[in-house]
């Protein structure tokens, strides 16, 4: 790592210029596709439960994707999740657009991209570790109804160790706080909600705007 006496001006606008900006503070990538899948003549959406057994989420309605690796775009993890996911190939997969992405309060970034699967839904036998199973809704579904919204609220948790003395005010300190939408559908037996539905309700804005 180079040292204050290493840089000089020039040194700066070098390392600056090109670099692509980055959240502050994001310790976790995750990458989604949302996929249109063509069922009986109709465009569907398709969605995963995830297994029972994962220690993340599990039984929860999700999107096929997961986690960015090390030198991974966000695109190519988006493709190579839903392949293992949905176990179909590569090929089977179109990518149409990045979507919208979001970053939440607990220091993830989560990209998604709207795509189309090219395959027969009737012949998607998801992999047993990863999803308990697979359905899908019609996109009209989506385009007629609207989520159940409920905000919570998200505050501060203080504690012992943080050196309050070192801010104005010190333990009186007016820390922000901030409310989360959490959104609703609800889907024959199939409840959709939090990331899922917000991003599932951003798709369809985008598409009627």
């Not at 979507?99 to 027969?120: H, L, M, R, S, W």
């Amino acid at each position: 790592m180079s040292t204050d006496q290493d840089l000089n001006l020039r040194k700066i606008k070098a390392k600056v210029q090109g670099r692509k900006p980055l959240p502050v503070d994001v310790k976790n990538r995750f990458s989604v596709m949302i996929p249109l899948i063509k069922r009986d003549g109709e465009i569907h959406l398709l969605f995963e439960k995830r297994a029972f057994t994962l220690r993340n989420q599990p039984g929860e309605i999700s999107f096929p994707g997961g986690r960015i690796e090390k030198g991974e775009s966000p695109r190519e993890a988006a493709v190579r999740e839903t392949a293992e996911e949905l176990l179909i190939s590569e090929r089977e997969i179109e990518i149409y657009s990045e979507g919208d992405f979001v970053v939440n309060p607990y220091a993830a970034i989560i990209y998604t991209f709207v795509g189309e699967i090219k395959k027969d839904f009737d012949k998607i036998s998801p992999s047993e570790d990863e999803v308990e199973k697979v359905f899908t809704v019609p996109l009209s579904y989506f385009l007629k109804t609207k989520p159940k919204s409920y905000k919570i609220n998200l505050r501060v948790e203080r504690n012992k160790e943080f050196p309050y003395h070192l801010i104005p005010n010190g333990v009186n300190y007016k820390f922000k706080r901030g409310r989360e939408e959490v959104l609703f559908y609800e889907y024959e037996d199939e409840i959709i909600w939090g990331f899922t539905a917000k991003m599932a309700r951003r798709f369809v804005e985008n598409l009627m705007s």
